[in-house]
């Protein structure tokens, strides 16, 4: 499969938002596609990256005289290596707001602090996750929903860059060895990477740091910053729960997703598409990837947050709810190929008690879009 370019939807709000800022800051992921996007949307300007030590060493010794050598502008790709160049930056688009910069970067933590404290009002910041379900419909042929929640959506697989069966296992270790050194002083990584895959085996569930803290004879506070690493890293997804005024008593504590769901398939040893089927986690994966699409969508407008999920204290609960102004799509998430009209009983429980916070209800399932039932949509999840 010869690799080829792949649309992001992302293009036209970067495109936008370049014609107002004289920087463009792209968070996400590693091998996500930021640089790979940027240089897409503007081949004119020069790319550089600080993931290569000569490069690092030049902009580090010489800031000014560094960026001197781009007139026009340029992609810096990875660019919290070289925090330093950002002041300089400053400096330039101030007296120069034609000049434009790209840059790019994988760790939230290091990155935005340094981008908040010296580019603030100048640059717009976007969020690259791996590809949308939209992004990579005129790629899939006969792919059924275990070859997706196998694959993931990395742009490597789907240009024909790389496999599945040996990306995966080689972005893991990449991410340990090289991002988790750098934000922690992790002494054993074999028990961080038993940490990683005990949160694969809790995908859609209720985040709790005391029963890790237990499983793996650790201190919360180490489980709590481990989970903060793997945020900024862009590995996992911390889904916050809905709150009210309302004296019902409700869920307080996030759920825990992974950004893409071929890495968190390879951390639970689904070896296949076929494995995957037979899979305990299946289900759970299909509401992680269906969760991720929602969010991939709200980030590729350039859109913050917004995402929650409902529960009490009585079990009552929707999988996810998508604010839109003062009111919320609200929608259950199932991997059934069958409609059952069971589906609809948490949609209906949070209408009833949230009648005004309510403005639509569906059921997104693995079958076909059909008629509604009491109001509430039955979507096919190719049809989100």
């Known amino acids: 499969?010869?690799?080829?370019?792949?649309?992001?939807?992302?293009?036209?709000?970067i495109e936008e938002a370049s014609r107002y800022?004289?920087?463009?800051?792209l968070t996400g992921p590693r091998q996500s596609g930021k640089s790979t996007l940027l240089r897409h949307l503007f081949p004119s300007l020069p790319y550089i990256s600080m993931e290569y030590p000569d490069t690092r060493l030049a902009?580090?010794?010489?800031?000014?005289?560094?960026?001197?050598?781009?007139?026009?502008?340029?992609?810096?790709?990875e660019?919290?290596?070289?925090?330093?160049?950002?002041?300089?930056?400053?400096?330039?688009?101030?007296?120069?707001?034609?000049?434009k910069f790209y840059l790019t970067g994988s760790s939230q933590f290091?990155?935005?602090?340094?981008?908040?404290?010296?580019?603030a009002g100048r640059?717009?910041?976007?969020?690259?996750?791996?590809?949308?379900?939209?992004?990579?419909?005129?790629?899939?042929?006969?792919?059924?929903?275990?070859?997706?929640?196998?694959?993931?959506?990395?742009?490597?697989?789907?240009?024909?860059?790389?496999?599945?069966?040996?990306?995966?296992?080689?972005?893991?270790?990449?991410?340990?060895?090289r991002d988790v050194r750098d934000l922690l002083a992790i002494k054993d990584l074999n028990l961080f990477q038993r940490f990683i895959r005990l949160c694969a085996a809790r995908i859609g569930s209720i985040f709790n740091a005391s029963e890790l803290s237990n499983e793996l004879g650790v201190a919360v506070n180490t489980v709590n910053s481990w989970v903060s690493v793997l945020q900024a890293s862009y590995i996992i997804y911390l889904l916050p729960p809905f709150f009210t005024n309302t004296r019902k008593r409700l869920t307080k504590s996030p759920k825990i997703y992974f950004t893409d769901c071929g890495v968190a398939s390879y951390l639970l040893e689904i070896d296949s598409p076929e494995s995957m089927n037979r899979d305990k986690m299946r289900g759970y994966l299909f509401e992680n990837m269906i969760i991720m699409?929602?969010?991939?969508?709200?980030?590729?407008?350039?859109?913050?947050?917004?995402?929650?999920f409902y529960r009490d204290?009585?079990?009552?609960?929707?999988?996810?709810?998508?604010?839109?102004?003062?009111?919320y799509g609200c929608f259950e998430i199932k991997s059934s190929a069958t409609f059952h009209p069971d589906f609809t009983k948490g949609l209906k429980y949070f209408y009833k008690y949230f009648p005004d916070y309510v403005k639509e209800s569906a059921v997104i399932y693995s079958g076909q879009t059909m008629a509604g039932l009491d109001g509430i949509q039955v979507l096919g999840f190719s049809d989100i």
């Open 313 to 327: 204290s009585n079990g009552n609960e929707v999988d996810l709810l998508v604010k839109s102004g003062s009111q």
């Open 79 to 99: 660019v919290q290596h070289v925090p330093e160049l950002l002041s300089y930056i400053q400096g330039i688009v101030d007296e120069n707001p034609e000049r």
């Open 293 to 308: 699409n929602f969010l991939k969508d709200r980030l590729n407008r350039g859109l913050e947050g917004g995402l929650y």
């Open 59 to 77: 902009a580090m010794s010489d800031p000014k005289g560094f960026l001197s050598s781009f007139p026009a502008g340029v992609i810096i790709d």
């Open 123 to 177: 640059t717009a910041v976007f969020e690259l996750l791996p590809l949308s379900l939209t992004e990579i419909a005129g790629l899939r042929k006969d792919d059924g929903i275990d070859t997706l929640l196998y694959s993931g959506f990395y742009p490597a697989v789907w240009s024909g860059r790389n496999i599945p069966r040996l990306l995966y296992p080689h972005y893991i270790k990449t991410y340990l060895e």
């Open 1 to 13: 499969m010869a690799e080829i370019y792949i649309n992001r939807t992302m293009s036209d709000a």
């Open 21 to 25: 800022f004289p920087v463009i800051t």
């Open 110 to 119: 290091s990155l935005l602090k340094n981008v908040t404290q010296s580019l």
